[in-house]
């Protein structure tokens, strides 16, 4: 069966560096998302994207966050400088779209650090 | 905006028994979606079973059923015949019919431990 797939599966980085997390979703999939789940917290959505925008971002996805489609396989989430407390796990997911009836897919998370 | 509560932090249940874990949400929408999905220590998000509001009739998939309570905006699941499988995060999570795309909203979730 066809998966998500996250990488790294772990990443620290240092505060005020930049970070690049990726995803690869699954391939007929057309709406692309990312959730973040601080330690011990619930999961949280930032942001989804369809048709090489944004569709849809919550209020934590502000000017430091961006995402990208490089091409036509890669999804990224870009932290362009990294806080302490954007330490969490992120998740990458993908669907087909629709109103509720896909569900969604997602990968096995990255683990950021950020130190 | 819609919140998802989920009050039991850990669960326990003995191998073959059945448990049931809560969720209540709030929303003044009358047609959402609701999901249970479980998080094994794998980490991966996996969807266990949906329920659509305006289906009156309660989703099930194999052992897991839901008992859905439209009027008490409650969602519970239930996990008969419980394996060492089972073991792991559930989190309940709605999403609203607005938008094209799947911006739900999760609970903090309920750790499942299943004692052989």
């Known amino acids: 069966e066809p998966e998500v797939t996250q990488t790294p599966s772990h990443q620290v980085t240092q505060m005020g560096q930049e970070v690049i997390l990726r995803c690869v979703p699954i391939s007929n999939h057309l709406y692309f998302y990312w959730y973040r789940q601080i330690l011990g917290q619930k999961v949280e959505f930032l942001v989804s994207?369809?048709?090489?925008?944004?569709?849809?971002k919550s209020e934590i996805f502000d000017d430091q966050f961006s995402v990208e489609r490089p091409d036509g396989s890669n999804f990224t989430l870009k932290i362009r400088s990294t806080k302490l407390e954007d330490s969490a796990m992120y998740f990458c997911?993908?669907?087909?779209?629709?109103?509720?009836?896909?569900?969604?897919?997602f990968g096995n998370g990255t683990r950021l650090t950020v130190t | 905006a819609q919140t998802v509560t989920q009050s039991q932090p850990e669960m326990s249940v003995q191998e073959a028994e059945t448990v049931t874990l809560s969720c209540t949400y709030d929303?003044?929408?009358?047609?959402?979606?609701l999901f249970w999905y479980k998080q094994p220590p794998s980490r991966q998000m996996i969807l266990v079973i949906r329920q659509e509001a305006y289906k009156q009739q309660n989703a099930t998939e194999n052992r897991f059923s839901v008992n859905f309570q439209k009027a008490a905006k409650s969602f519970s699941l239930k996990i008969s015949d419980s394996q060492l499988g089972d073991a792991a995060m559930y989190f309940c999570?709605?999403?609203?019919?607005?938008?094209?795309?799947?911006?739900?909203?999760f609970g903090k979730g309920t750790k499942l431990t299943v004692n052989p």
């Open positions: 999570a709605y999403r609203s019919p607005q938008g094209g795309s799947e911006k739900l909203v």
């Open positions: 997911a993908s669907n087909l779209g629709g109103l509720g009836d896909s569900p969604l897919h």
């Open positions: 929303t003044s929408e009358s047609d959402y979606y």
């Open positions: 994207f369809y048709n090489n925008e944004i569709s849809e």
